[in-house]
C-alpha cells in the first residue's frame, strides 16, 4: 500500500484496483474454473437421472 500524506491508504490495492485482477489470463484461469465445476455437477445431475429412470424399470 502506498502512503497518503504519512498514512497508509487502506483503499489501495483492494480487488478492483489490484494488478493480479487486471491481468487478463488469471480471469480465464478462473471463468474456465467455473466453467469445469459447472460441466461436472451438469454431468454428475444427467447420471443421477439417467440411474434414477433405469432403476424404474
Do not use: C, H, Q, Y
Not at 11 to 32: Q, T, Y
Amino acid at each position: 500500500m502506498e502512503s497518503v500524506s504519512g498514512r497508509l491508504s487502506p483503499a489501495k490495492g483492494v480487488l478492483p484496483d489490484s494488478p493480479l485482477f487486471r491481468f487478463a489470463p488469471f480471469r480465464e484461469f478462473v471463468m474456465a474454473d467455473v466453467a469445469f465445476v459447472v460441466t461436472v455437477i451438469v454431468l454428475f445431475a444427467l447420471v443421477a437421472l439417467v440411474a434414477r429412470g433405469v432403476a424404474k424399470l
